[in-house]
């Protein structure tokens, strides 16, 4: 699996870094450990995996707080999760991909001002993700001002998403008048 390696690489490069994940198919024992020993066979010890089952939305969101970047999946990236993320003032490092769905990623990064976190090879995502990361200074003042930037962007700010997408729709409107 591409991810699989893709994050074992980073978590090799990042020595004191750990990895995170939450989902409800984590709260199954039996999956927990299937992914503990997938890392294991990749040389990563469990105590650099944190993985976590559901909880309530409040916890979830909080649970942001745990994390410095987020490496987004591929080639079906997150989307909701995505978005959380940049509302929690947590930038993810995203793969372009070669079809809408898989561009999804892509979009929400430009649409938030961080297109400098869009790779276009599994090889810039490990080098980014590695570079993001290792610069805590570099990573704490783009997190400092994340949450207002992704407030007043397209993503988040309704009243110029929707004056965009008005003039979009008229623009529409008068090319159909004026084509043959």
Known sequence: NQV????????????????FLKSKQLADVLQV??????????????ERLILEGPETREAYLTAYNKVDII?????????????????????????RGDR?????GESIAINAGNSDWIANDINEYINKAVDFASNFERLADHRSSLRTRVLNSPLFNVDQFA?????ALWGMWFKSFKSP
């Open 4 to 19: 699989l390696e893709a994050w074992v690489s980073v978590l090799r490069q990042v020595p004191q870094s750990k990895l």
């Open 33 to 46: 450990d299937r992914i503990r020993q997938l890392f294991n066979v990749h040389g990563i010890p469990s």
């Open 71 to 95: 490496l987004d999946t591929f080639p079906y990236p997150g989307g909701t999760t995505s978005v959380d993320a940049l509302f929690m003032g947590v930038p993810f490092v995203t793969l």
């Open 100 to 104: 809408f769905l898989s561009r999804l």
């Open 163 to 167: 004056n965009n997408f008005g003039e």
